[in-house]
């Protein structure tokens, strides 16, 4: 039976691929994507990052504000360190803290979604009271008091993002569970003497994984612009610096009186162009995943 | 409605429970670095409730809150409440015609894109919210203020109204507005992007509805089965969502109130954060909290107002 359920995994996975390849702004995303991807990843070969160190960047004799004719390739900044340095290694932190924070945002909806619609009643009503108080506080001054609270570093940061995002993507796992539960093999497994753990590991996760991964994909967005705010107001990690702390770094030292457009525009296109190609990604998986959404028509 | 208020409860609580976790010192950070003698620290302890058991301070905290006494800023040294109502007008100011702004253009955005959908003008509208959606509002803000006040001059780069130009009346209203402009913009290119994608997809959804064929059976003109029979009824989602928004009105624009300097509750938290100033992050963001719970029940109550369909459920 596994190996059967293998193949047939197997061939959805195929099908998805095949209806994805087709849809051209998806296919746009996964381009960009993949580019920042392994901008992020081969990050030691494009720039040195002791360029990052304003003592390395003093005794190499790097010029102070120097636009990206003086200094390539994309300048230097108030304590002369590389603008492109910074970029290249921003889009690490940027990467990993929106994709750690998606992954914790979506095992919290996940456990939490699936537990209330498969186990339903108490649990399902108390679940959904705490869900609902979290979609209503607003998002952004939770996770700004939450950061403040806790303290300046990249985990306190993802850990903040994932606990004031996981609602909305509970109360769709929790829906889909719930018209799941309804089918027919649910019944006839249980009927065959399946427990709930299996149940749940075999026929209901299966069948909204679909779902948890569209949503996953449209989470990203969400994470790496809440990072970038976090970090330009003061919130980001010193140690670890992400597009969003350039940002700020750039608006706290007059980057803007300057029009030093070199050191605050190459940071915030990067954010455009990774939120944006997830967002493509998303979307098409979405409409792939329930074609009823379909936008184009 | 008593959802509502138990919500308003909840935030409460966490409140309370969130800063007195990490502030095990209230009285100490709040004289940081300066000498105090350890008598007068005592008796501020007793005087602000902190040497009680920790049911009797959430009692105290209670009454305090409902008095909107939220005690002294770390930064300014005045109470926190006094300066939370000074930046209100600026912040209801700048964000109410942002919100007003983006939500009519948004809409009328959203609905050429339906009705004329997969045209180039479709795309064109689609393409470019998302654009605006996408990126950092406090960038977009940093960006066009560099390009129209720094580099052209057209605008100020930040504050509500010209120093010591000593104007009143009307020209000092319209100091204001021009004052208001860049983050206005910015707020409204920002928030633009939601409207139109709702405002689209709910028409869509709409459009292939049977009483749309009917409307257009009877030789209505397109202009009057858009406007009279397909637009309405989509707009139910349009007008939650303007109510939903309308309670972010206080909090929507924290950074971008930071980057232009406008002196609101944005600007405020902005600071407070610098500080960190507790006791204001603590009062700010339970304000920010009750004025989205109070527009979603307000949003709640106009939607089953709106389409008598909602009552029943």
């Known amino acids: 039976m596994t190996s059967l359920a293998m193949q047939r995994r197997r061939a959805t996975a195929g099908r998805v691929w095949k209806q994805f390849r087709i849809s051209r702004s998806g296919m746009i995303g996964l381009g960009v994507l993949l580019l920042f991807v392994l901008m992020a990843l081969a990050a030691p070969l494009l720039a040195d990052a002791r360029e990052l160190n304003p003592v390395f960047a003093r005794a190499q004799g790097n010029p102070q504000w120097a636009p990206p004719s003086e200094f390539g390739p994309l300048g230097t ?18 990467l990993f803290v929106g994709l750690a924070a998606t992954v914790l ?4 909806g996940s456990v939490i979604g699936i537990i209330s619609g498969f186990v339903g009643g108490k649990p399902d009503a108390v679940l959904m009271r705490i869900t609902e108080w979290f979609l209503v506080v607003p998002f952004l001054p939770l996770a700004i008091v939450l950061a403040s609270v806790l303290g300046r570093n990249v985990w306190n940061i993802i850990f903040v993002i994932g606990i004031t995002s996981w609602p909305s993507t509970a109360r769709l796992i929790r829906a889909q569970v719930l018209t799941v539960k ?18 749940v590991s075999q026929h209901i996760l299966p069948n909204v994984m679909g779902l948890i991964l569209a949503n996953a994909t449209l989470a990203v967005p969400i994470s790496i612009l809440t990072e970038t705010t976090l970090a330009f107001l003061g919130l980001g990690d010193p140690s670890a610096a992400s597009w969003g702390k350039t940002l700020e770094e750039a608006f706290v030292n007059g980057a803007m009186v300057r029009n030093a457009w070199w050191y605050f525009v190459p940071a915030g296109l990067g954010i455009l162009a990774v939120v944006l190609a997830f967002t493509l990604i998303g979307r098409t998986l979405e409409e792939i995943a329930n074609p009823r959404l379909s936008r184009g028509r | 409605m008593l959802g509502s208020v138990l919500t308003l409860v909840f935030v409460l609580v966490f409140n309370f429970f969130l800063f007195r976790v990490v502030q095990t010192d209230p009285i100490g950070s ?12 005592e008796n501020l302890r007793v005087a602000f409730g902190l040497d009680q058991p920790l049911g009797t301070q959430f009692l105290f905290y209670l009454r305090e809150s409902a008095q909107l006494n939220f005690g002294i800023s770390y930064q300014t040294r005045q109470p926190v409440w006094n300066e939370i109502v000074a930046a209100i007008p600026a912040t209801v100011a700048l964000v109410g015609v942002s919100a007003i702004l983006s939500a009519v253009i948004g809409t009328i955005g959203g609905i050429i894109a339906a009705w004329r959908r997969n045209t180039w003008k479709d795309h064109s509208i689609t393409s470019g919210t998302m654009v605006f959606y996408s990126m950092p509002d406090f960038w977009l803000g940093m960006i066009l203020l560099v390009l129209f006040a720094v580099v052209l001059g057209w605008f100020p780069v930040g504050g509500v109204s010209t120093a010591g130009s000593g104007e009143s009346g009307i020209a000092l209203l319209i100091d204001q507005a021009y004052h208001m402009f860049l983050p206005a913009l910015t707020l409204t290119l920002a928030y633009l992007g939601e409207y139109t994608l709702v405002t689209r997809s709910s028409l869509l959804d709409v459009m292939g509805e049977d009483y749309l064929t009917v409307a257009r059976a009877k030789g209505l003109r397109d202009v009057v089965v858009r406007n009279h029979h397909a637009v309405p009824n989509a707009l139910l989602p349009v007008v939650t969502l303007t109510a939903i928004n309308f309670g972010f009105v206080l909090s929507g624009a924290i950074a971008v109130e930071a980057v232009f300097s406008w002196p609101g509750l944005g600007k405020l938290t902005a600071d407070a954060i610098r500080g960190p100033d507790l006791p204001m992050l603590q009062a700010l963001f339970l304000l920010f909290s009750a004025a989205v719970i109070i527009f979603n029940l307000i949003a709640d109550l106009t939607y089953s107002w709106l389409d008598p369909r909602v009552e029943g459920q």
């Open chain 2, 30 to 41: 709040l004289f940081r670095g300066r000498n105090v003698p350890q008598e007068t620290l």
């Open chain 1, 77 to 94: 900044d108030y304590i002369r360190r590389s603008v492109w340095a910074q970029f290249v290694w921003g889009s690490r932190v940027s």
């Open chain 1, 182 to 199: 309804q089918r027919l093999f649910v019944d006839r497994a249980r009927s065959l003497g399946a427990n709930g753990r299996h149940i």
């Open chain 1, 105 to 108: 945002t979506i095992l919290i």
